[in-house]
């Protein structure tokens, strides 16, 4: 992917640079927010990474202009401070995703995979497969070769984030977000045993696992 | 013009004092032209009556009576202030006592006479050509306006010096009420945290002043009291995680390590600086909840919905732990709030109670509607806290003798404590006989 990086911090931005580099991708660097502006109207990206506070002109302005222009670059929005009103307002000013410093590697990763292809709105969208995966969204009904899985309403939540993120890494926290609506981490191994619980259902009578464990990072639905 | 006025107390009052006089001497006009008015028509209609009388006199009897009627008025108390004079055709005098020349027909404000006074004057003339003036003098007027001048002219001067006086004391009284409110600042200011401004013996809208800057102190006092308590905490916790951190890496240093122990040391390494930062966010989140500013984005929400999917987050774990867990939730009770921290705290009260007691034990989660309130709580059965300490685990970082071997950084409760009051609730310990009851009244609407 081609990635944009708006960072002014030099340590941060070759953190950033050198990891996404690392994995397989484009960098390209702006240091200031006027840069950040001529890159993202200049070049097309395949999702970038804003930091909110930016010399000149900070990120949250930047992403406004850039969606006021109709620059619909899929964006993540890195910040120093953890306020609950910013994320809302980044959020509403047309971030994809917010990440708060510091972070893990994985985590900016498997988010920016995440947004770069988030699948079209899914309003219309009646049911989901993966290999012999089937999710019913209708009428909340989850299959595997057919076979009917007796899933807990939750459960099937997170099966069906798994499986709309196919290919994929769902990290901890984003499965927190998505399925309890947990913007922190309980000490509680929540997310551990869950899978666990769903790894089961979904397993019994297969051979083969059909939730990866990406170490380190989270977790993925078999998809080949 | 606004900005010219006087600000300061006594140039108020003396503007209030102004603007007495000012309104003073208004009134005396008015009053003044309406009397002087009421006067001058009272002469008018004097004169007018007196003029019809002598006229009916003159339609009777021809000039020789209305001669005789003057005379006869003249001579008695009757004519008291009222003159006459009467001429024929060819202005020669045929009766009345008034000195002075015939004016013309018609109302004649001012007559001067030659005895040197005012008269207000109707002249007629009569159909054989003679003329009739009668006459009122207008003295009387003169000393009713006079009096009328007098009296507010006095008034006036009060008002004025009370006025002038009244600045001076009220000025004076404030000065020296706001002056002891100074001190006191200026104090504090110099580093006398505990001073605190004097308070009035009786009640009055400066000691309510007095009242409310005291409290505004003393929340002052203990918020810089926990920001040194807070700043000397996270030091203290700091350092061993940091101190571990640097044996780590000192060790590691010493020793030639093959690849597979290196990545051993970084892993335990990174994992003690994540320790750290987690520390660090919890800290930041504490604050971030207890400045308020989270109020700004709260919105209706189902607490009942919240607290199902802790309890449904929590439950595998908590069960598989050895804990029975018991949720009894009134249904769809909604408050303004934020589900993500109202989340959090059940969650942290959950956990707690899970932490702090044995393996066996009941943990209960109780939502119930009571009015216009909701009453949530966490009780379990197991040791409990003794009822002197229940502030004490409320502080953050705060962890009872018996618990500073378990994981944890002490800071479950407070921020717990923090999002209740961000909630506008206060958390309540209580003696749940046996084990503790945590419990939170939240303000529910509809």
């Not at chain 1, 002014?8 to 960098?27: I, N």
């Not at chain 2, 009134?27 to 009397?35: D, E, I, P, Q, T």
């Not at chain 2, 479950?412 to 749940?432: C, F, K, Q, T, W």
């Given at each position: 992917?081609?990635?944009?990086?708006?960072?002014?911090?030099?340590?941060?931005?070759?953190?950033l640079t050198?990891?996404?580099?690392?994995?397989?991708?484009?960098?390209s660097?702006?240091?200031?927010?006027?840069?950040?502006?001529?890159?993202?109207?200049?070049?097309?990206?395949?999702?970038?990474?804003?930091?909110?506070?930016?010399?000149?002109?900070?990120?949250?302005s930047?992403?406004?202009?850039l969606?006021?222009?109709?620059?619909?670059?899929?964006a993540?929005?890195?910040?120093?401070?953890?306020?609950?009103?910013?994320?809302?307002?980044?959020?509403e000013?047309?971030?994809?995703?917010?990440?708060?410093?510091?972070?893990?590697?994985?985590?900016?990763?498997?988010?920016?995979?995440?947004?770069?292809?988030?699948p079209?709105?899914?309003?219309?969208?009646?049911?989901?497969?993966?290999?012999?995966?089937?999710?019913?969204l209708?009428?909340?009904?989850?299959?595997?070769?057919?076979?009917?899985?007796?899933?807990?309403?939750?459960?099937?939540?997170?099966?069906?984030?798994?499986?709309?993120?196919?290919?994929?890494?769902?990290?901890?926290?984003?499965?927190?977000?998505?399925?309890?609506?947990?913007d922190?981490?309980?000490?509680?191994?929540?997310?551990?045993?869950?899978i666990?619980?769903?790894?089961?259902?979904?397993?019994?009578?297969?051979?083969?696992?059909?939730?990866?464990?990406?170490?380190?990072?989270?977790?993925?639905i078999?998809s080949? | 013009?606004?900005?010219?006025?006087?600000?300061?107390?006594?140039?108020?009052?003396?503007?209030?004092?102004?603007?007495?006089?000012v309104?003073?001497?208004?009134?005396?006009?008015?009053?003044?032209?309406?009397?002087?008015?009421?006067?001058?028509?009272?002469?008018?209609?004097?004169?007018?009556v007196?003029?019809?009388?002598?006229?009916?006199?003159?339609?009777?009897?021809?000039?020789?009576?209305?001669?005789?009627?003057?005379?006869?008025?003249?001579?008695?108390?009757?004519?008291?202030?009222?003159?006459?004079?009467?001429?024929?055709?060819?202005?020669?005098?045929?009766?009345?006592a008034?000195?002075?020349?015939?004016?013309?027909?018609?109302?004649?404000?001012f007559?001067?006479?030659?005895?040197g006074?005012?008269?207000?004057a109707?002249?007629?003339?009569?159909?054989?050509?003679?003329?009739?003036?009668?006459?009122?003098?207008?003295?009387?007027?003169?000393?009713?306006?006079?009096?009328?001048?007098?009296?507010?002219?006095?008034?006036?001067?009060?008002?004025?010096?009370?006025?002038?006086?009244?600045?001076?004391?009220l000025?004076?009284?404030i000065?020296?009420?706001?002056?002891?409110?100074?001190?006191?600042?200026?104090?504090?200011?110099?580093?006398?945290?505990?001073?605190r401004?004097?308070?009035?013996?009786?009640?009055?809208?400066?000691?309510?002043?007095?009242?409310?800057?005291?409290?505004m102190?003393?929340?002052?006092?203990?918020?810089?009291?926990?920001?040194?308590?807070?700043?000397s905490?996270?030091?203290?916790?700091?350092?061993?995680?940091l101190?571990?951190?640097?044996?780590?890496?000192?060790?590691?240093?010493r020793?030639?390590?093959?690849?597979?122990?290196?990545?051993?040391?970084?892993?335990?390494?990174?994992?003690?600086?994540?320790?750290?930062?987690?520390?660090?966010?919890?800290?930041?989140?504490?604050?971030?909840?207890?400045?308020f500013q989270?109020?700004?984005?709260?919105?209706?929400?189902?607490?009942?919905?919240?607290?199902?999917?802790?309890?449904?987050?929590?439950?595998?774990?908590v069960?598989?732990?050895?804990?029975?867990?018991?949720?009894?939730?009134?249904?769809?009770?909604?408050?303004?709030?934020?589900?993500?921290?109202?989340?959090?705290?059940?969650?942290?009260?959950?956990?707690?109670?899970a932490?702090?007691?044995?393996?066996?034990?009941?943990?209960?989660?109780?939502?119930a509607l009571?009015?216009?309130?909701?009453?949530?709580?966490?009780?379990?059965?197991?040791?409990?806290?003794?009822?002197?300490?229940?502030?004490f685990?409320?502080r953050?970082?705060?962890?009872?003798?018996?618990?500073?071997?378990?994981?944890?950084?002490?800071?479950?409760?407070?921020?717990?404590?923090?999002?209740?009051?961000?909630?506008?609730?206060?958390l309540?310990?209580?003696?749940?006989?046996?084990?503790?009851?945590?419990?939170?009244?939240?303000?529910?609407?509809?």
């Amino acid at each position: 992917m081609k990635i944009l990086i708006a960072e002014d911090d030099e340590e941060t931005a070759a953190f950033l640079t050198q990891g996404l580099r690392e994995v397989g991708h484009v960098t390209s660097l702006a240091t200031s927010g006027h840069d950040a502006l001529f890159l993202a109207t200049s070049e097309t990206f395949d999702v970038m990474v804003l930091d909110r506070m930016l010399p000149g002109l900070d990120g949250l302005s930047v992403l406004k202009m850039l969606r006021a222009g109709g620059v619909r670059t899929p964006a993540l929005m890195l910040t120093a401070v953890s306020r609950i009103v910013d994320r809302v307002e980044a959020l509403e000013n047309g971030a994809d995703d917010y990440l708060i410093k510091p972070f893990a590697f994985s985590e900016l990763h498997a988010r920016l995979n995440v947004i770069a292809r988030r699948p079209a709105p899914p309003e219309a969208e009646r049911a989901l497969s993966v290999l012999d995966l089937e999710l019913d969204l209708q009428k909340r009904i989850a299959r595997r070769s057919g076979r009917r899985l007796d899933l807990q309403p939750r459960e099937f939540t997170m099966l069906e984030a798994l499986m709309r993120n196919a290919h994929r890494v769902m990290t901890r926290t984003m499965l927190l977000e998505q399925v309890w609506d947990f913007d922190f981490d309980p000490r509680t191994n929540i997310v551990e045993t869950h899978i666990s619980r769903l790894r089961a259902k979904l397993n019994a009578g297969f051979t083969e696992d059909a939730i990866i464990t990406v170490r380190g990072s989270g977790y993925m639905i078999r998809s080949e | 013009m606004i900005r010219s006025l006087p600000r300061s107390t006594a140039g108020l009052v003396a503007l209030v004092a102004v603007a007495l006089a000012v309104t003073t001497v208004l009134l005396g006009f008015v009053v003044y032209s309406v009397s002087h008015e009421a006067l001058e028509r009272q002469l008018d209609h004097r004169i007018a009556v007196e003029t019809h009388g002598l006229l009916a006199l003159h339609r009777h009897g021809g000039l020789y009576a209305l001669e005789t009627g003057i005379e006869q008025r003249e001579a008695t108390e009757r004519s008291d202030g009222m003159g006459y004079i009467l001429e024929d055709a060819q202005e020669r005098r045929l009766a009345g006592a008034l000195r002075a020349t015939t004016p013309q027909p018609g109302w004649l404000e001012f007559l001067h006479s030659e005895d040197g006074r005012t008269s207000q004057a109707l002249t007629t003339r009569l159909p054989d050509g003679a003329r009739l003036t009668v006459a009122a003098d207008r003295a009387p007027i003169g000393e009713i306006d006079l009096a009328i001048l007098k009296a507010f002219g006095v008034a006036f001067s009060l008002m004025l010096a009370a006025g002038v006086a009244g600045a001076w004391l009220l000025g004076s009284v404030i000065r020296r009420r706001l002056a002891r409110i100074n001190a006191a600042a200026e104090a504090i200011i110099d580093g006398d945290l505990a001073r605190r401004v004097p308070r009035d013996p009786a009640p009055n809208e400066f000691d309510d002043l007095a009242a409310t800057l005291n409290r505004m102190l003393d929340r002052n006092e203990a918020l810089l009291e926990n920001l040194q308590q807070v700043s000397s905490d996270i030091a203290h916790d700091m350092r061993t995680p940091l101190a571990r951190l640097r044996n780590v890496l000192d060790a590691a240093m010493r020793q030639d390590l093959g690849a597979d122990e290196s990545k051993q040391v970084l892993v335990h390494a990174s994992r003690h600086g994540e320790d750290l930062l987690d520390l660090f966010a919890a800290v930041l989140r504490i604050s971030e909840v207890e400045s308020f500013q989270v109020r700004a984005a709260f919105q209706p929400t189902n607490l009942t919905e919240v607290a199902e999917r802790c309890i449904d987050a929590l439950r595998p774990d908590v069960e598989a732990g050895g804990y029975t867990l018991i949720a009894d939730l009134a249904p769809d009770v909604v408050l303004d709030g934020d589900r993500r921290l109202l989340s959090q705290l059940i969650v942290n009260l959950i956990e707690n109670a899970a932490r702090h007691t044995p393996p066996g034990s009941t943990i209960q989660v109780r939502l119930a509607l009571a009015g216009d309130h909701a009453d949530l709580s966490v009780s379990d059965n197991g040791p409990g806290i003794p009822a002197d300490r229940h502030v004490f685990v409320l502080r953050r970082f705060s962890r009872l003798e018996q618990s500073r071997h378990k994981p944890g950084n002490g800071l479950g409760l407070s921020l717990a404590a923090a999002i209740a009051r961000a909630h506008r609730a206060e958390l309540r310990l209580s003696d749940a006989d046996p084990g503790l009851d945590v419990s939170l009244r939240l303000a529910t609407i509809r």
